[in-house]
């Protein structure tokens, strides 16, 4: 595979900090953009021991001024990079202004900048599995119920961010068309247990379940990795039976995609 080069966003995150390795490991460039420049030393160490000739940088930038496309056009020109992932978040911390400032507005403004540039072929969302509108037709309907009322009562405000960025990704790859993956990844609740190589993934029955953050990341590096990947949401847990590679081969030669069922998705 050829080289690429990767902005992660978000940089300084507990997944991201396991992607990066991932990714260097490929011989793949990796610019990984974090607020604090205090981190700056820490998040270089992560190039430390790694096998391949990936090259590590060390982007400081607050998601918190990209107040437009054109400061998200800014970053991406200066990075140059031909993937993106978006594994930033307020998470729902703090007032609900920053929440919609960095989980709605911020990743819009990137997702419109990326779908802009010709140069940049995939970009992928670290989402959750509950950021839905509509009852998908393989959940019951106590299933989608009860996933909605849990995440609008834990985190109401960074559903509605999510959910909004999760649609103009949507509608942003379909408009850019053959040539640009915009990927939606839908972990459950996230954990530190180790990456076990087994994932369910894709059109699951279930609207919870755990979700390793190592195996996310290694995920996400099998999916930047796929050629052929379309424009998709794929949810995802821990599971007992693919292995991960396998489960990515899966997807994307079936094509699956769970924004099936989403008022705006046309599939």
């Not at 978000?10 to 990066?20: E, H, N």
């Not at 989980?103 to 010709?118: E, K, L």
């Not at 995802?236 to 991960?244: A, F, R, V």
């Amino acid at each position: 595979m050829a080289p690429h080069h990767i902005l992660v966003i978000g940089g300084s995150g507990k997944i991201a900090k396991l992607l990066t390795p991932m990714l260097l490991q490929r011989s793949w460039t990796v610019t990984s953009m974090i607020r604090n420049p205090d981190q700056v030393a820490d998040l270089q160490k992560l190039s430390e021991g790694v096998s391949g000739s990936g090259k590590l940088n060390v982007l400081v930038r607050s998601v918190e001024d990209v107040k437009s496309v054109a400061d998200a056009r800014s970053i991406l020109d200066e990075v140059a990079a031909d993937y993106v992932v978006w594994s930033a978040g307020a998470g729902g911390k703090g007032p609900a202004e920053r929440t919609f400032t960095v989980d709605r507005d911020a990743a819009s403004h990137f997702i419109r900048a990326s779908a802009a540039t010709p140069r940049v072929t995939k970009f992928l969302m670290v989402s959750f599995i509950t950021s839905r509108l509509a009852k998908p037709a393989w959940w019951s309907d106590k299933t989608f119920d009860e996933g909605m009322a849990a995440i609008k009562k834990a985190l109401p405000k960074y559903y509605e961010a999510k959910i909004a960025a999760d649609e103009v990704l949507y509608r942003e790859s379909l408009a850019r068309g053959d040539g640009f993956a915009g990927i939606c990844l839908r972990p459950g609740t996230l954990t530190d247990k180790p990456d076990s190589g087994k994932v369910a993934l894709g059109k699951l029955p279930v609207a919870s379940g755990d979700s390793s953050r190592e195996t996310v990341a290694s995920v996400i590096a099998h999916l930047l990795a796929k050629e052929g990947i379309k424009s998709c949401w794929l949810d995802l847990i821990d599971g007992d039976e693919e292995d991960t590679a396998t489960a990515v081969d899966r997807v994307v030669r079936e094509g699956v995609n769970c924004a099936e069922g989403e008022p705006f998705a046309k599939i």
